[in-house]
């Protein structure tokens, strides 16, 4: 991390895993464990805990943001099963993911949808970690970069620049994501390079140089203070690695 203008930033995405007593346990747990960095920390439970941790984190005075996994971009309506950004917003959740790989690639998403998600959590004045990176087949075929700038076009084009002020990258090459093989630090600064420079030619390079992008995809205590060194990598969002409050911590606390 080379840029003072840009916050470090970890999140810790648990999926589909924990119940309410374990995943309280892990919110304050992690809330302990970071409360010497100077890192921004958000966790992401599932939605059915949001209220729950939320409040347990409110009650501990935690400075771990509560984030949502996912959301709809809809106000209200006959949208079964999906949760609003009022709704999010109701229970003290601060910040969005959208477009994570298992959404786009397990259950579906297309870019266009992933854009809606994006720009709806954006203007609503809640944080977004916009996700992107590409499959194994596109990485061999050389598609890297074109991937990642299809997926952040798709997302955000013509947005306003104030609504940039709360947007975050997280780049997570999917082959990465929960194989154990991590990108190397140079390949993923190269990617994350690139991405800031699409973000220059959407946002301009004033925003491009203050959105944080951070690297996703096997994060672990052991790699994640070499890869959170380079000079574009300005923290991780972290999955399997978040489940375990020390490990994530050791995390939070590399990256600053
Ligand atoms: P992983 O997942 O850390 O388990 O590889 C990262 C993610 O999906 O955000």
Not at 88 to 100: A, C, I, Q
Not at 130 to 153: H, I, M, P, S, W
Request: proline residues 3%; charged residues 25%; hydrophobic residues 40%.
């Amino acid at each position: 991390m080379t840029n003072p203008q840009r916050t470090p930033y970890v999140g810790g995405n648990w999926k589909m895993n924990t119940d309410l007593s374990t995943g309280r346990e892990l919110a304050l747990a992690v809330s302990r464990g970071v409360s010497a960095s100077k890192a921004q920390v958000a966790v992401f439970p599932p939605f059915v805990y949001l209220q729950e941790i939320g409040r347990a984190l409110r009650e501990a005075n935690s400075r771990v943001l509560l984030g949502a996994q996912d959301v709809y971009f809809e106000a209200s309506g006959a949208f079964t099963g999906e949760v609003s950004i009022a709704m999010l917003k109701d229970v003290g959740v601060r910040v969005v993911l959208t477009g994570h790989s298992e959404r786009r690639h397990v259950l579906g998403e297309s870019d266009e949808l992933v854009g809606k998600k994006t720009r709806a959590v954006l203007a609503s004045g809640l944080e977004c970690i916009l996700c992107v990176g590409e499959k194994l087949e596109e990485r061999t075929a050389g598609q890297t970069d074109r991937v990642n700038e299809r997926q952040l076009r798709a997302a955000l084009t013509d947005l306003p620049a104030e609504h940039a002020a709360r947007l975050t990258i997280a780049y997570e090459p999917v082959w990465a994501i929960g194989t154990g093989k991590n990108a190397t630090p140079a390949d993923a600064q190269d990617a994350h390079a690139k991405i800031r420079g699409v973000l220059s030619s959407l946002l301009g390079g004033e925003a491009a140089r203050s959105i944080r992008i951070e690297y996703g995809g096997s994060v672990k205590g052991s790699n994640a203070a070499e890869l959170f060194a380079q000079p574009d990598i300005d923290g991780g969002l972290i999955g399997g690695a978040s489940l375990k409050a020390e490990e994530f911590c050791a995390i939070v606390n590399a990256a600053g």
